[in-house]
């Protein structure tokens, strides 16, 4: 078509003019019948990819509100947790466009870094907390993520089992108590929690904070250069992580406060014991409240306390962790949906009434730190994961290198194979993996 009209201009010059009107009042004909009417506008779509947690799909709906007002469509791929990993993973390092926006956690915040576009020009990124972003930085230190809740570990117990003065404040206190609703029949099981890769947190880890120890060495550190400089040495083999995993043997064979199958236990699992009624006391994330708090799924909706996590023989005081669960966007994605989804990110960060009824429906607690006054002021449960949550001490809840995931789990299978065998094997099976632990760390 070009040419053709260049070879008519050079053959009719005093037309030229002409047939640049003609040509221009048919192209605005054109938009006018392709764009001025909403049926025939093509509507841009978004595809988000995330797990399917109530608190993903709170914010998705603070996401959509916005992307109405754009005339944006969204449409949802769920990917089940055990999986998603592996297969982000995958659609990341092959280019793939399938996934918009994406569920990003600091677990693996590292692994995909290279593969993310950079956040730091979304709108209300400067109103989230700073601690949280730790996981987050590229290399040339800009974030790659867009905080959707902060995730705390919470000890969440049964306030019409355990009195105000019976709640536990250390882990023999736990052991007595478990005990003594069993064995009035009130219960099955004093504790129930989440165990098996990908759910140690519930378990093992916050019993590991709480008594002063962690994988490597210096305890609480997270800065990969300080790691590096003590040779990523894992000391799981070592007396302050021998006393967790005796404890949970203990537990799981010889107090029996918790059932010998949690070793297989995800969260989903040990979320359907608990709210059944069948355990009193449990540690998840505090975006479960709402689960818990349904009375169509939860028998225990009502009853639900909220109290600091008991401790150890290494700690005077308790030590939780305090990290989020965001949204990303990457980079193998078209630079209009790039700008259109840091767009509705930007809006669902900034929509403060939006925040408060995620906190609301799900007990996710909000990105943006304006809204913590705001339901600190009005939201006694609120009120209440302050201070047992956000005025406490904080670990970070996983380690920030590439290697992390690999490393979790050789920690796993080292810890679940001491715990399901003979307890005087233990220090035998957590030496071995105190060796497997760091040879994953290191691996090229």
């Known amino acids: 078509m070009p040419a053709a009209l260049t070879q008519t201009e050079e053959a009719m010059p005093k037309r030229k003019g002409l047939v640049r009107l003609q040509l221009s009042a048919a192209l605005a004909i054109w938009a006018a019948a392709s764009w001025g009417s909403p049926a025939a506008q093509a509507e841009e779509t978004l595809n988000i990819c995330h797990g399917g947690h109530p608190i993903m799909v709170a914010s998705q709906k603070i996401l959509d509100k916005w992307a109405k007002k754009e005339s944006v469509k969204l449409t949802t791929t769920l990917i089940a947790y055990d999986v998603y990993v592996p297969k982000v993973t995958q659609m990341l390092t092959t280019g793939s466009a ?13 692994l995909w870094q290279q593969y993310l576009v950079t956040t730091d020009d979304v ?11 730790d996981a987050f930085w590229n290399d040339q230190h800009e ?31 736990m052991v007595q108590i478990g005990q003594k609703l069993q064995k009035e029949g009130k219960v099955k099981w004093g504790y129930v929690g989440g165990m098996s890769f990908n759910n140690t947190w519930f378990t093992l880890w916050w019993t590991m904070w709480n008594s002063g120890c962690d ?43 918790a059932p010998e199958a949690t070793t297989t236990y995800g969260r989903n699992e040990a979320n359907a014991i608990f709210m059944a009624g069948d355990a009193a006391m449990t540690v998840a994330d505090s975006t479960f409240w709402g689960d818990y708090n349904d009375k169509n799924k939860s028998r225990a909706a009502g009853n639900i306390g909220m109290v600091p996590y008991p401790i150890g023989p290494g700690r005077s005081k308790p030590i939780t962790w305090l990290d989020i669960w965001g949204w990303a966007i990457p980079k193998s994605v078209s630079p209009a949906h790039q700008a259109l989804a840091k767009k509705l990110l930007g809006e669902m960060l900034t929509d403060e009434d939006g925040q408060v009824q995620m906190w609301n429906e799900t007990g996710g607690p909000p990105p943006n730190v304006r809204v913590w006054d705001r339901l600190t002021a009005s939201d ?56 497997a632990v760091h040879d994953a760390a290191v691996a090229q």
């Open 215 to 257: 994988i490597f060495k210096p305890i609480y550190e997270r800065d990969n250069k300080v790691l590096a400089a003590n040779g990523w040495t894992s000391i799981i083999d070592q007396p302050c992580h021998q006393q967790i995993v005796d404890f949970w043997w203990d537990a799981l064979h010889k107090d029996r406060i």
């Open 380 to 435: 006694p449960v609120f009120r209440k994961l302050k201070e047992v949550v956000f005025d406490q001490d904080h670990a970070h809840s996983a380690y920030y290198f590439a290697n992390w995931p690999r490393v979790h789990k050789a920690y796993s299978d080292a810890a679940i194979k001491a715990l399901t065998g003979k307890r005087e094997d233990i220090p035998a099976v957590l030496k071995e993996g105190a060796k």
């Open 143 to 173: 974030l790659t993520v867009i905080p959707m809740a902060h995730t705390v570990g919470t000890f969440f117990y049964r306030k019409d089992l355990i009195s105000d003065a019976e709640v536990p404040k250390t882990f023999a206190d």
């Open 123 to 133: 709108a209300g990124i400067r109103n989230v907390a700073k601690q949280p972003l």
């Open 98 to 110: 399938q996934c918009d926006i994406i569920w990003h956690n600091d677990d693996w915040g590292q």
